[in-house]
Nanobody, 118 residues
């Protein structure tokens, strides 16, 4: 089991920045890859960024966030971060931290709302 708790969402003006945090606990050694999805009402959850746990720390970004969002992790704090810069109104969504384990389980956080005003 992996537990994920997001924080850091809120209201920001277009062009501004926010940093989301995801506290990771439980069997974090079993994580294959970890990252962020987002969802707006009436639409499927969409990938934002993933980070593999392999030696290369491979990162995959959605085209819509390349150059603006960055994922990072602090292993000393067991925390994953999503730095979001140059935010746009279309970035408004509930952001979910997720982890996918080597034994093919997916875990989700409770989500945190990000609202970008124009």
């Amino acid at each position: 089991q992996v537990q994920l708790v997001e924080s850091g969402g809120g209201l920001v003006q277009a062009g501004g920045s926010l940093r989301l945090s995801c506290a990771v606990s439980g069997s974090d050694f079993s994580i294959n890859h970890i990252g962020w999805y987002r969802q707006v009402p009436g639409k499927p959850r969409e990938l934002v960024i993933t980070l593999s746990s392999g030696g290369g720390n491979n990162t995959n970004y959605a085209d819509s966030v390349k150059g603006r969002f960055t994922i990072s992790r602090d292993n000393t704090k067991n925390t994953l971060y999503l730095q979001m810069n140059m935010l746009k109104p279309e970035d408004t969504a509930v952001y979910y931290c997720y982890s996918y384990t080597f034994d093919y389980h997916t875990f989700w956080g409770q989500g945190t709302q990000v609202t970008v005003s124009s």
